[in-house]
Nanobody, 128 residues
Framework: QVQLVESGGGLVQAGGSLRLSCAAS????????MGWFRQAPGKEREFVAA????????AYADSVKGRYTITRDGAKNTVYLQMNGLKPEDTAVYYC?????????????????????WGQGTQVTVSS
């Protein structure tokens, strides 16, 4: 079965950086669009970033654009989220998600319902 395992979360000071990883198994990695979402306490899970199957297309939430970078490594079946310039409002549980739909540019790309597979999440805490 499909498994997504996130790692790399932790506690960091404002302005610092972290790199999250999501190792995928049980799927043909190159056939899945991958995404990152986050959920802060008391808030809805929100879209952060997505990357197409080839890695040639990416999308970001406005709140992270210019600070976060999503990449993927097909040889390692892993998707990454490099987070720079972290702010206290970035504090959340970060989730990796996978979608077998080949079409990247969809209005629904930024919705959690579009992704049938999810990891367990990794906590990111940014102190001020």
């Amino acid at each position: 079965q499909v498994q997504l395992v996130e790692s790399g979360g932790g506690l960091v000071q404002a302005g610092g950086s972290l790199r999250l990883s999501c190792a995928a198994s049980g799927l043909t990695f190159s056939s899945y669009i991958m995404g990152w979402f986050r959920q802060a306490p008391g808030k809805e899970r929100e879209f952060v970033a997505a990357i197409s199957r080839s890695g040639g297309n990416t999308a970001y939430a406005d709140s992270v654009k210019g600070r976060y970078t999503i990449t993927r490594d097909g040889a390692k079946n892993t998707v990454y989220l490099q987070m720079n310039g972290l702010k206290p409002e970035d504090t959340a549980v970060y989730y990796c998600a996978a979608d077998p739909d080949a079409t990247f540019f969809l209005p629904s790309r930024r919705t959690r319902a579009k992704y049938p597979y999810w990891g367990q999440g990794t906590q990111v805490t940014v102190s001020s």
